[in-house]
């Protein structure tokens, strides 16, 4: 059947309550991908749920296999696994069966691996900003790890915004690439210091890195349609509010039809 457990979890890691990185290797083999698509995971209504998470009112059918989108964070050239990066809704569905899983345990993974948010239509020489929240940065770590081009001239930001300094998912793995390439610069943001007295980092949302020229200041000249493009991935709100500002400054949505400048990921809608 179309829904029947085809993969195994391999690994699983908590970078922090409600942050997971998950890596599930497929039974066949492992299905070609352009870093920063995505697929789907689903478990049936019967897998039990994290015990952080709310209960279900009412009960899902037990039957019935939950599937969602997930963007893949792994490289596209490793062809062993793929990997993940959940956020856990308490209230939602999936996420909390995701979290309840454990090593060796099955799982539904998509036989489509699909999405336009990739490098393919980024024009050559032109710089590149990544902004994510949360787990909307998993579409990058794929770019970044998939022989990403950091000596072709370019500069590239990532721009990530999280709650506290503690969320802050795959962190050192971003610095190291900071120290590495000189290109390459890594802005973390927190919103909500009053959790975090330790963090002596950037504080608020993150337009305020761009409204107060700090992203400026690491492509070495101002931002504009001309010299740069800017992903969005993560949250709505998010996603709204830089387009919104971007789209003062002259940036347009990148579409098939259309090019533009922006390219967007959205990871839920806002009622
Ligand atoms: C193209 C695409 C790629 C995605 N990639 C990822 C990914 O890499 N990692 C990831 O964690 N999620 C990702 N999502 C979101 C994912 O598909 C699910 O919506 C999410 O995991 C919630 O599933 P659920 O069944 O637990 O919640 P549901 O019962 O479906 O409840 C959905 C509600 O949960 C909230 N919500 C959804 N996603 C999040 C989130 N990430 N953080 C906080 N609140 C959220 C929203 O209020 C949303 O309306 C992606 C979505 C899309 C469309």
Redesign the pocket.
Known sequence: MDSEPNATVTMRYEINHGLLVLQVTPDEEMLPFVAGQ?TTLGLPGAAPRHYAAEPEDPPADPARV?K????I?SSSLQGRYFE????L?R??????RLFALEQGDRVFLGRRIV?MFTLGDVPPGKDVVFVAT??GL?PYLSMLRSRYAFDAGQRTVVVHGSRVSYDLGYRSELEGLAARYPSFHYLPIIDRPDRDPGWTGQVGFVDRYFADGTVSRSLGHPITPENTVVFLCGNPLMVQGMMAYLGALGFRRHTRKEPGHLFV????KED
């Open positions: 995505y939950i969602r989108a997930y963007s964070a993940f990066f959940v956020a809704v209230t939602g569905a999936l996420t909390p999405g949360g787990t998993a990921e959205e990871f839920w």
